[in-house]
């Protein structure tokens, strides 16, 4: 087994709490049935991109029968997927399947009084890429084995202890005794796990249930001939068998860590850094100590070699290893740091400053911790695919992998953008929790060896960033980029700007949207949004539309909450605005005009363009002697509005007001809404559709107004993004 032992359910790190992730629980995943969203099955986590599990649990979370043998193409499932920070939801779909089928070779599936069946596995391949331990052992089942199964949900006290009972290769019979849990329903799929072996022996398939009531369904009384606690599962050497046979088969080799270029390198530095054994087992020692790990006790030592693997293999023992080194030989732990760079496996943090910074974030209160996110993406700026509105701790893999600024100088190292990131959350805790915080990031900077003067700067980067955020007076705002398909069908993409400029939300791209579920998807990013909004202010909504679009009824569209207690409509409860960037970029001879009337927002006298004649010629004309006109209102037949509205949009004019909704020349929406100041615009026209909800008969209106703030940046609007970089 080697120096360095897994230990299953051994604690790394110096926290109680902590938890290890090399716990063969959390290789169970939950599968999720897709119309209730309950665990449907379990699974086994093989690799970072691959699950395995029963076919007929595939089956039941489609909702189909449980020995269909129909590959389920096309389908999408939710997986739930367990680790020592909590569980996360990814989609997967079935790349490999293999069918229920009669254990006597015979055609067609397994009747419904069979009690066994070949067959009946299925691999997932996740959408991204999950953070997953080392692969898994795997040894074949045999008889008198002790086993331990978990319930598909993953919860730590749902483990059933079954032993062996008999097997052929192709089904394992398992018997659990009378205390503890039984494997049960929801089992199926998960992984068996051998304590003694340290390995996966194979999957559960199915359990022996008591007979029931013909009449009642109803389970019979017991009896002492009933068989209790009876359960059966895939031999591993079949689940290979059969995996090997469509072409599975690279899925069950873990990669070797000798292809780990960064390993050879390692091994020569160890050598030389610790050529005794007895200080090279010292520093093993505490690294597995740090990691969670077993070893020996009989004073023996790693090989360079093999301490070299654990390395490129374990993904914070590098960290743990430059932690216990750091006093002794810190050129030693410069080299052994930039070394690491060249393998994809080590992170940042020790197992010891994980476990510290995740307490510290545990113990902010509520609403610092929903900023976090922000003072990330602050911190970060150029950083693509930060997740949106994940929390501080859930981005820490992401934040551990970048490899830092570029503001250092020649010959020092880069300070990581994890530890930017920290201290740009430091400024926004009370002083203790900004103490501590920054005491932490000072710990990780001295053991990789980062000048102070560095982190320093870094710090002065986050206060000037606090005192721009407490100066901000402009409301944060969303912007919605829509493309209309069909008649209830669009394109959605969404950004934030909290001050600092567009920020992707996540959508998805690849799908369209009804109206109804871009006004979810909307309300959504407006509740997170609004958390991190100066005190009293409420986040503008700004719809991002094509010329043809622009009288879209994106104001009145609703969305109602789970219980149907309350509607969202989106233009009553937030101010919405539309902006065309497409005529200002179609007629750019115009954009210093665009400008120039922005500046005089507030001094020039509002143009009222109004009359039943007037055309778009005339209109032109006004505006080329109206040059410093900054606002519009628009009163016209619905014959010409929407020409006239282009015009004025496409020769710069900021904020143009009008009524999509009557016919006729006159609009009371218009005329009560347009003699507010201009920067109270906005929330004017979000006040009256306000009273169209409860005082429809006294506003008949429907209130459109376009807003472009030349001082505000657009995102780019094509349909798939340059990937930024850092």
């Known amino acids: 087994m080697g120096w360095f032992r897994a230990i299953p359910g051994a604690t790394p790190g110096t926290g109680p709490d902590a938890t290890d992730p090399a716990d063969p629980r959390f290789r169970v995943a939950s599968v999720l049935d897709a119309r209730d969203g309950k665990t449907a099955g379990a699974g086994l986590v093989l690799a970072p991109h691959h699950l395995l599990t029963c076919a007929h649990v595939v089956n039941d979370a489609l909702g189909k029968e449980l020995f269909d043998g129909g590959r389920p193409d096309g389908a999408t499932l939710r997986v739930q997927v367990h680790g020592p920070s909590g569980a996360q939801v990814h989609e997967a779909r079935p790349v490999h399947w293999i069918p229920p089928r009669r254990l006597d070779g015979s055609d067609g599936a397994p009747g419904r009084g069979e009690l066994e069946w070949a067959g009946d596995l299925a691999v997932l391949r996740f959408t991204t890429e999950l953070s997953a331990p080392a692969p898994p052992e795997f040894r074949p089942m045999r008889m008198g084995q002790s086993v331990r199964a978990w319930h598909g949900s993953a919860l730590t006290g749902s483990y059933a202890d079954v032993r062996v009972k008999s097997c052929d290769g192709r089904i394992g019979y398992m018997d659990g005794t009378l205390s503890g849990m039984a494997i049960g329903p929801a089992y199926s799929g998960g992984p068996l796990w051998s304590d003694a072996d340290a390995a996966v022996v194979g999957l559960v398939a199915a359990c022996v249930l008591p007979p029931v009531d013909p009449a009642s369904g109803c389970a019979l009384p017991y009896d002492s001939r009933h068989i209790t606690r009876r359960s059966w599962g895939i031999p591993w050497q079949r689940v290979e068998e059969e995996l090997r046979a469509v072409g599975a088969g690279a899925l069950l080799a873990p990669p070797a860590a000798d292809h780990d270029p960064a390993q050879a390198v ?26 969670g790990l077993g070893h020996p006790t009989d004073g023996s030592a790693p090989s360079p070699e093999e301490f070299a693997r654990l390395l490129v293999t374990e993904e914070r023992a590098l960290a743990a290893l430059t932690e216990a080194l750091r006093s002794r030989d810190p050129g030693a732990v410069s080299a052994l740091i930039a070394a690491a760079k060249h393998s994809a496996v080590p992170r940042l943090l020790s197992p010891r400053e994980h476990d510290r910074l995740i307490a510290l974030l545990a113990d902010l209160p509520g609403e610092i911790a929903d900023q976090l996110p922000e003072a990330v993406r602050a911190a970060l700026p150029l950083v693509a695919e930060l997740p949106y509105d994940a929390p501080f701790t859930e981005l820490l893999d992401r934040l551990e992998q970048l490899s830092g600024d570029s503001r250092s100088g020649p010959g020092e190292l880069r300070v990581p953008g994890l530890l930017r990131a920290v201290e740009y959350a430091a400024v926004l805790c009370p002083a203790p929790e900004r103490a501590r915080l920054r005491l932490w990031a000072d710990g990780v900077a001295a053991r990789l ?18 005192l721009g955020r407490r100066r901000r007076t402009r409301p944060p705002r969303l912007l919605v980029h829509l493309v209309k398909t069909g008649a209830d069908a669009f394109r959605l993409r969404i950004w934030s700007d909290d001050g600092t400029g567009p920020h992707r939300a996540p959508t998805e791209t690849d799908r369209q949207y009804t109206a109804a579920e871009t006004a979810e998807a909307v309300l959504r990013v407006l509740e997170r949004l609004c958390r991190s909004a100066p005190e009293g202010t409420r986040p503008v909504v700004e719809a991002l539309l094509d010329r043809d679009s622009l009288e879209l009824p994106v104001d009145e569209w609703e969305f109602a909450d789970q219980d149907g207690l309350i509607p969202g409509v989106l233009g009553a409860e937030y101010a919405l605005v539309v902006h065309c960037p497409e005529l200002l970029r179609r007629n750019e001879r115009f954009l210093s005009d665009w400008r120039h009337r922005w500046e005089h927002l507030e001094s020039s006298c509002p143009l009222h363009i109004t009359g039943s004649s007037t055309g778009v010629r005339e209109v032109y004309g006004k505006l080329l002697d109206r040059r410093d006109a900054a606002r519009v209102s628009v009163e016209v037949s619905a014959r010409v509005r929407v020409e006239i509205i282009q015009v004025c949009l496409a020769m710069g004019v900021p904020v143009v007001l009008w009524d999509r909704g009557p016919a006729h020349d006159t609009s009371h929406a218009v005329r009560q809404v347009s003699g507010s100041p201009a920067r109270a615009l906005p929330e004017q026209v979000r006040s009256y559709r306000a009273k169209t909800l409860h005082q429809p008969a006294a506003h008949p209106g429907r209130p459109v107004l376009a807003w472009a703030d030349p001082d505000r940046a657009l995102p780019e609007l094509q349909l798939s993004e340059p990937t930024e970089l850092l």
């Open 266 to 291: 390692l091994a020569d530095l160890l050598a030389n850094v610790l050529p005794a054994p007895m200080f090279r087992a010292d520093y093993a020692r505490a690294v597995a100590e740090r990691c």
């Open 449 to 466: 060896g980062i000048p102070a003067s560095s982190l320093r700067e870094r710090r002065a980067d986050a206060d000037e960033w606090m």
